[in-house]
């Protein structure tokens, strides 16, 4: 198997399918969520939504580069999500987030070992690989954040009925 091919799968694994690390995965923590759950503010922490948000904000990022594109993300922009108003509004941000992620996988597993190690858009970011690496570290932390709020919300329902 290509060095490519293993992270692709485990970024699958965070973000569509999988349960060996984490025991859970993006989709699985986002789907079934309404818009009221997936914004629903707890104390200082960000909502599901603002996670969701900030960690597609870097898959698209870093999806354009992939593409050949420039890189034209910020930190300091990843946490803006725009307002929601509908149930639609959430769900449409859930359907981009997990498109994103299968794209980003399926582009990662194209990508040779000898791309894996150049630099990934300019000398001071990296390489591709550490970039990578980073989109799953990064990604694993949030898992951690949302599995966490969604059993905060799911005790606050089971306070209420």
Do not use: C
Request: net charge negative.
């Amino acid at each position: 198997m290509k060095h490519s091919q293993y992270i692709a799968n485990r970024l699958r694994e965070v973000f569509l399918t999988g349960k060996w690390i984490a025991n859970t995965n993006y989709k699985e923590q986002i789907s079934g969520l309404t818009i009221d759950e997936a914004t629903r503010k707890i104390g200082s922490f960000n909502s599901i939504a603002s996670l969701v948000y900030h960690i597609n904000y870097y898959l698209e990022g870093l999806l354009e580069v992939l593409n050949g594109g420039p890189l034209t993300i910020s930190d300091r922009y990843s946490f803006d999500l725009p307002h929601m108003q509908s149930e639609n509004d959430w769900q449409e941000l859930i359907q981009r987030f997990l498109q994103n992620a299968e794209a980003f996988a399926v582009k990662v597993e194209s990508l040779s070992d000898k791309q894996l190690e150049r630099d990934f858009v300019d000398e001071k970011y990296g390489s591709y690989m550490r970039n990578i690496e980073g989109v799953l570290e990064h990604s694993y932390y949030h898992l951690g954040q949302i599995t966490l709020l969604n059993k905060m919300i799911g005790q606050k329902n089971s306070l209420h009925q």
